[in-house]
């Protein structure tokens, strides 16, 4: 990293920018900036007043003119006004010459800290925090897609500052420090996360860690497949940040909870031994637990972070391309019953998402293709270009495909935490797949599972005349040439439907399908008559 790159602190009106940012700038010996500041000099007047004597309009016309001139690293310290980074274009110019950190903070400290302030246009208004909150919902995404976050709840401006330049201190010793991950936010209401994308971004897991609080242990939950082959790297990742001279201590040897692999360990027996080894490395409520394996490892920790003394800060660190795209993001965590997949749970949103593609040089083939399966999955929800792509064969940018299909699954999530409604699409394939999971003994992969689950409700929404049978053809071409299982295996069609019938998917007395209508477009339907299914299903080679 150039050494005279600008840090350039942003964040929500509250967070601390100018005061951290003056105490950063104080510590490097750095001159320090602040825009709003800047533009009071030059007018000669209080931000309050340009507000409401020359409009919103103008002030913002004043703050792009600022950062025009600060695009060149000049070793600043900058802090920048609460949306000035809102601008694209604003963003655009301040990131030419520097690396934005952003400071977030809860709503409730937010509320707390500028109850005692004056002079701010919006605290005028009586009910000032219920707006308060709107617009921090409103504004969540962009917060949320700077890949550097320092939570400043409950932290001195002393403490903040330390959090700040821990993480800079690591961006300027980490040798790529210029191909920082991408983040993409999901937003909900005024909180959220990021899930990180980016190889290498392994690497980046202790400052990230850091940056987000100061637990009092860690403990990294894995599989015996991979606990063997990314334990240690994630170990020293979080030890590296404790180690800095602001580290987070608590990171410092990180517990190392392991679980046999696969799905038939994903059981409430796995989750008590999971406590029995937390509780043996003392690890109480203010410790992060870190997920780091593929979407069994996911959903067993996420339901064991969720429980765990009631629950403590979770990272999900996927390792197949599964957990990548689907598993990781969302919250919805637990583990299968004799009776059936996925019955006990809880929702659990985590923290933070990292996603190193490169982890996946080691995935066996055949989990690779799985997971395909789910990305093909969220082509024909909601992104056609990326379905093309798949459709094409086209696998060299894997971090593309991997970043267009968590966008979809985001877009659904962020819509329908609860899954209430709409976030049942997600489900494509999976009321036909679970039944064949189950009818398999779990022999076959959820994602090849999932795979001849969409291809029987592409044939079902064909037959329905929900879809054109082209469409169908293509989601069966497609999956096909990724190399992904297309034909209903021999179980009686009955026996399916039966199989159907017990998951939680069911609706009442009903059951409920997800089916494609066009390529980027699906429908949840509750009256597809039984008899159309077991034809789709007998007639199916
Ligand atoms: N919570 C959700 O929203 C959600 C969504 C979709 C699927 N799921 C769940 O995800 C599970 C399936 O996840 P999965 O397909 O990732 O299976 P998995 O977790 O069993 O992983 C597959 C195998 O790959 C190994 N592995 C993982 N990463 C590896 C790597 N980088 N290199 C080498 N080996 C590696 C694992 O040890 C395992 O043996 C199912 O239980 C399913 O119900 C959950």
């Known amino acids: 990293?150039?050494?005279?790159?600008?840090?350039?602190?942003?964040?929500?009106?509250?967070?601390?920018?100018?005061?951290?940012?003056?105490?950063?700038?104080?510590?490097?010996?750095?001159?320090?900036?602040?825009?709003?500041?800047?533009?009071?000099?030059?007018?000669?007047?209080?931000?309050?007043?340009?507000?409401?004597?020359?409009?919103?309009?103008?002030?913002?016309?004043?703050?792009?003119?600022?950062?025009?001139?600060?695009?060149?690293?000049?070793?600043?310290?900058?802090?920048?006004?609460?949306?000035?980074?809102?601008?694209?274009?604003n963003r655009a110019a301040l990131e030419a010459g520097g690396k934005v950190i952003c400071l977030r903070a809860d709503s409730r400290t937010l509320i707390e800290r500028l109850g005692s302030a004056q002079g701010r246009p919006m605290l005028r208004d009586p009910h000032w925090p219920w707006r308060l909150r709107a617009l921090l919902a409103q504004r969540m995404p962009t917060y949320l897609s700077f890949p550097f976050q320092v939570n400043t709840s409950r932290l001195t401006i002393g403490q903040a500052a330390d959090r700040v330049l821990g993480l800079?201190?690591?961006?300027?010793?980490?040798?790529?420090?210029?191909?920082?991950?991408?983040?993409?936010?999901?937003?909900?209401?005024?909180?959220?996360?990021?899930?990180?994308?980016?190889?290498?971004?392994?690497?980046?897991?202790?400052?990230?860690?850091?940056?987000?609080?100061?637990?009092?242990?860690?403990?990294?939950?894995?599989?015996?497949?991979?606990?063997?082959?990314?334990?240690?790297?994630?170990?020293?990742?979080?030890e590296h940040a404790a180690?800095?001279?602001?580290?987070?201590?608590?990171?410092?040897?990180?517990?190392?909870?392991?679980?046999?692999?696969?799905?038939t360990h994903k059981t409430l027996s796995t989750v008590t031994d999971l406590y029995a080894q937390l509780l043996a490395g003392?690890?109480?409520?203010?410790?992060?637990?870190?997920?780091?394996?593929?979407?069994?490892?996911g959903d067993v920790t996420g339901f064991v972070a969720a429980?765990?003394?009631?629950?403590?800060?979770?990272?999900?660190?996927?390792?197949?391309?599964?957990?990548?795209?689907?598993?990781?993001?969302?919250?919805?965590?637990?583990?299968?019953?004799?009776?059936?997949?996925?019955?006990?749970?809880?929702?659990?949103?985590?923290?933070?998402?990292?996603v190193d593609p490169s982890v996946l040089a080691t995935l066996p083939a055949a989990e690779m293709r799985a997971g395909l399966a789910e990305i093909v999955k969220a082509g024909v929800i909601g992104d056609p270009a990326l379905f093309e792509r798949l459709e094409q064969g086209r696998l060299d940018d894997v971090a593309w495909l991997i970043h267009r299909a968590v966008a979809v699954k985001i877009e659904v999530v962020q819509s329908d935490p609860f899954e209430q409604g709409r976030r049942a699409v997600l489900n494509l394939g999976h009321t036909f797949g679970h039944a064949l999971?189950?009818?398999?003994?779990?022999?076959?992969?959820?994602?090849?599972?999932?795979?001849?689950?969409?291809?029987?409700?592409?044939?079902?929404?064909?037959?329905?005349?929900?879809?054109q049978p082209e469409t169908a053809t293509r989601i069966e071409a497609a999956l096909y040439r990724l190399g992904l299982p297309t034909k209903v295996p021999d179980y009686p069609a009955e026996a399916i439907w039966a199989a159907m019938a017990s998951d939680k998917k069911k609706q009442g007395n009903r059951l409920r399908f997800v089916l494609p209508t066009a390529i980027g477009q699906v429908a949840i339907c509750d009256d597809v008559p039984r008899s159309a299914v077991l034809e789709v299903l007998e007639t199916a080679e």
């Open 437 to 467: 999971e189950t009818l398999s003994d779990f022999r076959l992969r959820h994602g090849e599972a999932v795979a001849i689950g969409m291809v029987i409700a592409a044939r079902l929404a064909a037959r329905l005349g929900r879809c």
């Open 307 to 354: 429980t765990y003394m009631r629950g403590l800060p979770l990272i999900q660190v996927p390792t197949t391309l599964l957990a990548m795209v689907d598993s990781s993001v969302g919250g919805k965590t637990g583990v299968d019953l004799p009776f059936g997949k996925n019955l006990v749970g809880a929702f659990k949103q985590p923290e933070l998402v990292v």
């Open 1 to 89: 990293m150039n050494p005279a790159t600008n840090l350039i602190v942003t964040g929500f009106m509250g967070t601390g920018k100018t005061a951290v940012g003056r105490e950063v700038a104080a510590r490097l010996g750095r001159e320090f900036v602040d825009t709003d500041h800047l533009i009071e000099q030059r007018v000669g007047r209080s931000i309050p007043d340009i507000f409401e004597h020359d409009g919103e309009a103008a002030f913002r016309a004043m703050e792009a003119e600022v950062c025009r001139e600060l695009t060149r690293p000049r070793n600043l310290v900058i802090a920048t006004g609460g949306w000035t980074l809102g601008n694209p274009d």
């Open 168 to 238: 800079w201190d690591i961006l300027n010793h980490q040798t790529d420090a210029d191909s920082v991950p991408l983040a993409l936010p999901v937003a909900l209401d005024d909180t959220g996360y990021s899930v990180l994308i980016g190889h290498g971004a392994l690497d980046w897991i202790g400052v990230l860690a850091a940056a987000l609080g100061r637990p009092t242990g860690a403990a990294i939950i894995s599989d015996s497949t991979v606990a063997p082959l990314y334990a240690r790297r994630v170990a020293a990742a979080l």
């Open 243 to 263: 180690a800095a001279p602001t580290g987070a201590t608590g990171l410092a040897t990180p517990l190392l909870a392991t679980m046999p692999a696969g799905e």
């Open 282 to 297: 003392k690890l109480d409520r203010g410790a992060l637990v870190l997920a780091l394996g593929g979407g069994v490892v």
